[in-house]
């Protein structure tokens, strides 16, 4: 299996231990960040089955895939004494713990904030919810929820069709942001020496999304309307259809880019009108330049526009789809794809976070975890004997 040459020491988060108690993909996605970013993330599984994530099927068959790489997984029952004497002896440890159960969860377990702040004075807690306190603090959540709340499905789909985004946008985002929190706490402790409680909400993840169209109505007067519909703010902004039956999106976002586009598709003339000199003379007459633009663009094939295009400098895209991306040159020519072994043995590719630092990307130093894998390593460091962890295994308190 591949891997960049990577120093966990060189890593910004070395030596930073997280102890995570989540499940589906916001808390995951937080603990993935942490974790690439050098972080030890250790994730707390009940025995005897582990994380139900692990055996979502349909939509949901990827999540455990894509968000537990790098972490480690400790298997145990917290419901029985010396479980949650195992779990305290492991907070006893960590900087970081992160939970995204449902209301209450955590305290009912003797796990909220106030019973780790005694385990851990300093220790920083990051709670993760659909929604930050408040009137709709009790209620439960789901990305598809708050998009519906806050408008972004409105946004996607058609009239009368609202329509969430096609991916985890606020679990992800949630999970970002919960993340950034976290760091902002770990740089506070260096000056305080305490730790805090912070907290995400996903309702409020999907209201910061739709900031723009509320600032569009703050400033126009005039709602904004659903993206199928939307008065562009450019007279070319769409996808065509090409001579091969295919599609590609091109955009013409500046004065620039209309004269490279002009040149570049044969439309000189269009080029020299003065009436379509400016971005919003172009606008206006959109409904004269679409059709031209479609008509020359079915003559063409998918390969040729995109080749005109990049040597004009225009934005375009063709339309893929996400396993399109397995085999996408520039993922990985440019190393954006991290390598992960499954339980089987077989090798998959997976995107990695969208960054380099010191030019490298964040790599996959560890594969996600079987259930339990690193159990027996940490109760032997937390002091536990041999004979000690077997009798915990023999009776199914850890595994």
């Known amino acids: 299996m591949s891997r960049q040459n990577q120093n966990i ?11 995570e108690f989540v499940h589906m993909v916001m808390g995951p996605a937080c603990g993935l960040v942490l974790a690439d970013l050098g972080a030890e993330v250790i994730k707390v599984e009940p025995t005897p089955e582990g994380d139900n994530t692990r055996r979502l099927t349909g939509s949901g068959a990827g999540y455990w895939m894509t968000y537990n790489r790098n972490k480690k997984s400790f298997a145990v029952d ?3 004494t010396e479980g949650m004497a195992a779990v305290r002896k492991l907070i006893e440890s ?3 713990v992160t939970e995204n159960f449902r209301p209450g969860a955590m305290e009912k ?12 004075p300093d220790i920083i807690y990051s709670s993760m919810k659909g929604f930050l306190p408040g009137p709709y603090e009790h209620r ?3 990305d598809e929820v708050v998009q519906m709340m806050t408008g972004l499905a409105y946004m996607t789909g058609p009239e009368g069709r609202p329509l969430r985004a096609g991916a985890s946008v606020n679990d992800v985002m949630g999970g970002m942001f919960s993340a950034i929190s976290i760091l902002a706490a770990l740089w506070q402790r260096k000056a305080t020496g305490e730790g805090q409680f912070v907290q995400t909400g996903l ?5 910061f999304l739709v900031g723009q169209h509320m600032m569009q109505m703050a400033t126009t ?3 904004a309307a659903p993206m199928p519909s939307r008065l562009s703010a450019w007279a070319i902004y769409d996808v065509f259809s090409t001579l091969d039956d295919d599609q590609v999106f091109m ?16 439309f000189e003339q269009l080029g020299r009108d003065p009436d379509l000199a400016r971005n919003t003379q172009r606008v206006q007459a959109r409904s004269k330049i679409l059709p031209l633009v479609k008509e020359r663009l079915a003559t063409l094939g998918k390969q040729e526009v995109m080749a005109l295009c990049e040597q004009a400098g225009l934005p375009f895209s063709p339309i893929q789809r996400p396993q399109d991306l397995f085999e996408d040159p520039h993922l990985n020519v440019s190393g954006g794809l991290a390598h992960l072994a499954l339980e089987n043995g077989d090798e998959v590719k997976v995107p990695m976070l969208p960054f380099e630092m010191n030019g490298q990307r964040l790599d996959a130093r560890l594969n996600v975890p079987r259930l339990g894998s690193h159990s027996e390593a940490l109760l032997q460091e937390m002091g536990y004997a041999a004979g000690d962890i077997e009798a915990l295994r023999g009776c199914g308190i850890v595994r």
């Open 9 to 19: 020491q060189t890593l910004p988060l070395a030596g930073i231990r997280v102890v």
């Open 78 to 80: 917290i419901k029985t």
């Open 94 to 96: 960590a900087d970081v």
């Open 109 to 120: 377990l003797g796990l909220g904030y106030d019973d780790v702040k005694a385990i851990k």
């Open 140 to 142: 439960t959540a789901l």
């Open 203 to 207: 309702f409020e993840n999907s209201a």
């Open 221 to 223: 007067g005039k709602p």
């Open 251 to 266: 955009g013409v976002v500046s004065d620039s880019q209309w004269a490279s586009f002009c040149q570049a598709f044969g």
